[in-house]
């Protein structure tokens, strides 16, 4: 069964980055997209992007591109998402997904980044 | 990008009377490639269609999915006290992955 573990809650300052990381366990790690999604306090989800491991190429929503990097560790099973020039407005849940095939089948705990003076 | 509008935005019923969602997509889906998601407070989405119609494992046959190219449905047949909760629709035919703004289903 295939398990993904997210790092935990973080608070930032305004300006500055934050890294979450989600370590998969179970099932193949390099063959299966990874999604990054978020969700503001109250409100809906939001595609942020994705990275294939095994391609190791990675593509972004408009919203978010220069901001945010999705990388993938293969030797650990671990995909990171770092956003930076963070402003309050970014404060979320930001989760991990993954793909089988059709749809996102397993998701992470979530992650609360709180981005706050 | 497509963009998916969902369809109410509060759908308000009772236990065992059927629910109908809807999701229209600003262009078509490719392939079908459309899910639908559970979320309930404080819990991540829950998987329950993908490919527009085909039931993610372990879901209730309560729950299907119908439609192709720009709208879909999603349908309950029998609502059950724990199907109470937030439903989304996905694309995952085209980059970005977008999701609709979801309807809330609450006990009337």
């Known amino acids: 069964q295939v398990q993904l573990v997210q790092s935990g809650a973080e608070v930032k300052k305004p300006g500055s980055s934050v890294k979450v990381s989600c370590k998969a366990s179970?099932?193949?790690?390099?063959?299966?997209?990874i999604s990054w999604v978020r969700q503001a306090p109250g409100q809906g989800l939001e595609w942020m992007g994705r990275?294939?491991?095994?391609?190791?190429?990675?593509n972004y929503a408009q919203k978010f591109q220069g901001r945010v990097t999705i990388t993938a560790d293969k030797s650990t099973s671990t995909a990171y998402m770092e956003l930076s020039s963070l402003r309050s407005e970014d404060t979320a849940v930001y989760y991990c997904?993954?793909?089988?095939?059709?749809?996102?089948?397993?998701w992470g705990q979530g992650t609360l980044v709180t981005v706050s003076s | 990008e497509i963009v998916l509008t969902q369809s109410p935005g509060t759908l308000s019923l009772s236990p065992g009377e059927r629910a109908t969602l809807s999701c229209r997509a600003s262009q078509s889906v490719s392939s079908s490639y459309l899910a639908w998601y559970q979320q309930k407070p404080g819990q991540a989405p829950r998987l329950l269609i993908y490919?527009?119609?085909s039931r993610a494992t372990g879901i209730p046959d309560r729950f299907s999915g119908s439609g192709s190219g720009t709208d879909f449905t999603l349908t309950i047949s029998r609502l059950e006290p724990e199907d109470f909760a937030v439903y989304y629709c996905?694309?995952?035919?085209?980059?970005?992955?977008?999701f609709g703004q979801g309807t809330k289903l609450e006990i009337k």
């Open positions: 179970g099932g193949t790690f390099s063959s299966y997209a």
């Open positions: 990275i294939i491991p095994i391609l190791g190429i990675a």
């Open positions: 997904a993954r793909t089988s095939g059709g749809g996102y089948n397993y």
């Open positions: 996905q694309q995952y035919g085209s980059s970005p992955n977008t």
């Open positions: 490919g527009a119609s």
